[in-house]
């Protein structure tokens, strides 16, 4: 049996194979991805609570359109954030079978040469 994992996507989406030995950098770089939506997510905390420069009319247009923008780049961000943990963890629960099943099979390998 070979050191596969295969993968669907937590939305029941496309999927992926790749080699249990892989699987630490496929991790990896989705921790990456999370860490980079978390920093997007505090740049748009600052975009969905913007103020007024001033209290003239212009300032006051200018604020009504900027958190709006700002709070649906933050909605959208949250969801992302959601998905991505999802996916971490689905890749994490795989990373544990794989190391399961390893062990099962050393275990086998293991008992089938002292029956030899």
Not at 19 to 44: M, R, Y
Not at 54 to 79: I, M, R, T, V, Y
Request: aromatic share 6%.
């Amino acid at each position: 049996m070979g050191n596969e994992v295969n993968m669907s996507a937590p939305s029941g989406g496309g999927g992926f194979t790749f080699d249990a030995d892989k699987i630490d950098g496929v991790i990896k770089k989705w921790q990456d991805l999370q860490t980079d939506l978390q920093n997007d997510a505090a740049d748009a905390n600052l975009m969905a609570d913007v103020k007024a420069p001033g209290k003239e009319f212009a300032s006051g247009d200018w604020e009504k359109l900027a958190n709006p923008s700002g709070k649906a780049f933050l909605e959208q961000n949250k969801k992302m954030q959601d998905y991505v943990k999802n996916y971490i963890q689905a890749l994490l629960d795989a990373k544990k079978k794989i190391a399961a099943a390893d062990a099962g099979h050393t275990g086998d390998i293991s008992k089938a040469g002292t029956q030899a």
